[in-house]
C-alpha cells in the first residue's frame, strides 16, 4: 500500500513536471509567433519615417527640383515659415522674420542659401528694398512671406520689380493682405508657385487679417 502510495505520487509529480515543461515550451512558441509580426510592422513604420519628404511636402520632388513650403504669418500673432531642400531658412524659431516681407534668396543651381532679410512696409524704409530687389543677380530664386502688413508702403517701382521676378499680384498687394511667392530673377513667364488673398473684413479669418496662406512645390533646379 506504501509503496503504491508513493509510485503514484511520484507518477503525479512527473505527469506535473511534463506538463508544465509542455506549457512552458507552447508559450514560448506561440510567443515567438507573435513576435515576428511585432517586429515586422516595427521595420515597417522605419520605413515610412525614412521616405518622410522634404519640407514635410505632400509628395516628395523629383530629382533635379528643389522642395519648398513657404508660410505666409498669421495676423500679427505668428510669423511666417520659409522651408527649402528640407533646411528651415526664415521661421519664429529661428527668430529670423519680422512684420512687413520676409525674403530669402537662393542659388537656383546649387539651392545654397545666399541672404535672408525682413522688410518693414508699414514704417520702413523701403529704397532699402528697391536697391536689395533690383541687385539680385541672375539665376537667383526668391521667396516672399508677408507678415501682418506687407502693403502700406508699397510703391510702383517694388511692385515691377516684384512682377519681373514672375509675380501677378504685387501689383495689387496693400495694407494687410496676405501673400507667399516663389520667383526668379531671370523668369520669362510668370510664376506657378504664389498665393494671395486681399485683405477684407468680409471674409477674414482673423478680425483685421485674412487667413494665412501655404505654398508648397518642386521647383526645377536652373542647368547651366
Ligand atoms: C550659384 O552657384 C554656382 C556654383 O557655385 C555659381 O557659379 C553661381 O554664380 C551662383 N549663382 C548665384 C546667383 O550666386
Redesign the pocket.
Known sequence: MRVSGVLRLLAFIFVLVTTWIFIRNYLNFSMKTIRLPRWLAGSAREETEVVKTKCDLSKPCPANFFAFKICSGAANVVGPSMCFENQMIMSPVKNNVGRGLNIALV?G??GTV?QQKTFDMYSGDVQVLVKFLKEI????LVLVASYDDPGTKMNKEIRQLFSNLGSSYANQLGFRDSWVFLGAKDLKNKSPFEQFLKNNPETNKYEGWPELLELEGCVPLKTA
Open positions: 542659388n543651381t546649387t545666399m543677380p541672375e539665376g537667383t
